[in-house]
């Protein structure tokens, strides 16, 4: 069992930045990539980037491409999502999510087997 605890989200102005944090624990000895998803109310859940465990390779969505780094601390088992000049169409939930297959990129949320709860992001205009 892998648990993941997303954190960090908040109400932001645009143009701000916010940097979340997922916390993994558990058997995540199996974890192949680790990635960053978003689901806006009434809206298909959006692949943003993803990072492999051991290697540090990352990928990113077209969403995220220019304004937001992943990034992760294997001695801390956390991935990080730094995310700049915020927008309001960036206003979502964020989740984290972590998958042992090994097909990279992995892009899908079908792909993932663990998920954390969640982290609200919010940026007025």
């Known amino acids: 069992q892998v648990q993941l605890v997303e954190s960090g989200g908040g109400v932001v102005q645009a143009g701000d930045s916010l940097r979340l944090s997922c916390a993994a624990s558990g058997r995540t000895v199996s974890t192949f990539a680790m990635g960053w998803f978003r689901q806006a109310p009434g809206k298909e859940r959006e692949f943003m980037s993803a990072i492999t465990w051991r290697g540090g390779y990352t990928y990113y969505g077209d969403s995220a491409k220019g304004r937001f780094t992943i990034s992760r601390d294997n001695a801390k088992n956390t991935v990080y999502l730094q995310m700049n000049s915020l927008k309001p169409e960036d206003t979502a939930v964020y989740y984290c999510?972590?998958?042992?297959?090994?097909?990279?990129?992995?892009?899908?949320?079908?792909?993932?087997?663990?998920w954390g709860q969640g982290t609200q992001v919010t940026v007025s205009s």
């Open positions: 999510a972590s998958t042992s297959s090994s097909n990279w990129p992995t892009i899908h949320y079908l792909s993932y087997g663990y």
